[in-house]
């Protein structure tokens, strides 16, 4: 999908400075996990074009990284890239490659993050999105690696579902363990949807467009928040080097875009022979969301120096990080003896955001 997805936004696309991105890649041991992914892909590139000292591209899917080698192409030498074959799941190879890849910057990308799939999924998601963070951050802290970054959603906010669930979690995890010593500068970041990645809504416009087939629309109230991949990348990049924990971060995107608007633009994109393109309303998915907000109610925005990059002011949670490591053992140790409904509940429960604590039953089981 090549098109000019900046056509999507009701905004002007925004660019941090060239000098902050080269701050970020230059001369550094860069790795990022999930690389095979649609950002990750980006990322890699961008990085490989930028002259670091090494960059360590990691993912779970032979398939994805064969495909990542043939994108880099020749500057896969350039850059020292090694392509690394791992699960996040195993906690000793993750250890070993940070060991001794000598890190200084990891970009944690990787996550399962389909949302109607992942709610037919809850246990695999919870294994690998938290289990597989938490072997990341171990590895990265044991090493020395200097800086952690890892991408949020705004879907974490209102966390209804279990992917959403399981990155409000994170926030909290990472944003408790930001704060020690021992541990990476950790710089969380709170992404909008993304366009141009795969699997996504406009992927699937896209198709239906170019097939000259009527646009599926779920439900014609809901609307997202848009943001390109270069804006993506950008971000994770300019935050990196961010010198003091000040928050989370977010782009400010703007106003969010009605998903029949957004439908039609992307129609308008690929095929702008038709003027008028057909709908139809297949209704809201498990796991999906009418709206889906910036920041908690108790959250407060302000603007950096930096145009277009906003600090979330936050709370760290009132569970402490060994309350947080007790309650991965319980997953870890017994998960995949629980049903998937309880597996849900015990996400949404540690998620507890405001718009989910009515909605959780508690279960012995978890206790």
């Known amino acids: ?7 999507l936004l009701d905004r002007a696309e925004i660019q941090f400075d060239s000098e902050i991105l080269d ?59 090694r392509f690394v074959l791992a699960d996040l799941r195993d906690q000793h190879k993750i250890a070993q490659v940070f060991a001794r890849e000598r890190i200084d910057t990891a970009f944690h990308l990787a996550a399962y993050k389909q949302v109607p799939l992942a709610e037919d999924n809850v246990d695999q998601v919870a294994s690998v999105n938290l289990l597989g963070t938490l072997n990341v951050l171990d590895a990265a802290t044991a090493s020395g690696t200097s800086t952690l970054v890892f991408p949020s959603s705004d879907k974490a906010v209102t966390a209804l579902g279990a992917y ?22 950790i710089r969380i970041v709170r992404l909008v949807n993304v366009t141009g990645t795969q699997g996504s809504v406009i992927e699937k416009f896209v198709g239906q467009a ?9 439900d014609s109230r809901m609307d997202r928040y848009w943001m390109t991949m270069a804006e ?18 977010m782009l400010d995107v703007g106003d969010p875009v009605s998903i029949v608007e957004t439908a039609r633009r992307v129609y308008q994109l690929v095929a702008p022979d038709v003027a008028s393109p057909p709908l139809r309303l297949v209704g809201i998915r498990p796991g999906e969301q009418l709206h889906e907000e910036l920041k908690l109610p108790d959250e407060r925005f302000r603007f950096s120096e930096l145009p277009g990059l906003l600090v979330i002011e936050t709370h760290p949670s009132a569970m ?24 849900k509940a015990w996400l949404l429960r540690l998620a507890s ?12 089981r978890f206790d």
Request: net charge positive; charged share 25%.
């Open 1 to 7: 999908m090549n098109e000019n997805w900046a056509r």
């Open 23 to 81: 701050e970020a890649t230059r001369g550094k041991r860069l790795l990022i996990t999930g690389a095979g992914g649609s950002i990750g892909t980006a990322l890699s590139q961008e990085i490989a074009a930028r002259a670091p000292a090494r960059l360590v591209l990691l993912d779970g899917h032979e398939a994805s990284l064969v495909h990542l080698r043939q994108r880099i192409g020749e500057l896969a030498s350039r850059c020292d890239a």
């Open 164 to 185: 959403a669930a399981t990155k409000r979690i994170l926030e909290q995890i990472l944003y408790s363990r930001a704060t020690a010593n021992d541990c990476p500068r």
């Open 210 to 218: 170019r097939a000259r087939l009527p646009l599926t629309i779920t």
């Open 232 to 249: 993506a990348v950008h971000l994770l990049l300019a935050v990196s080097v961010r010198p003091r924990l000040e928050g989370l971060y």
């Open 320 to 343: 402490d990080i060994s309350s947080w490591l007790e309650e991965l053992a319980k997953f870890r140790e017994r998960g995949y003896d629980w049903e998937p409904s309880e597996v």
């Open 353 to 364: 955001t405001p718009a989910v604590e009515s909605l959780v039953p508690r279960s012995t």
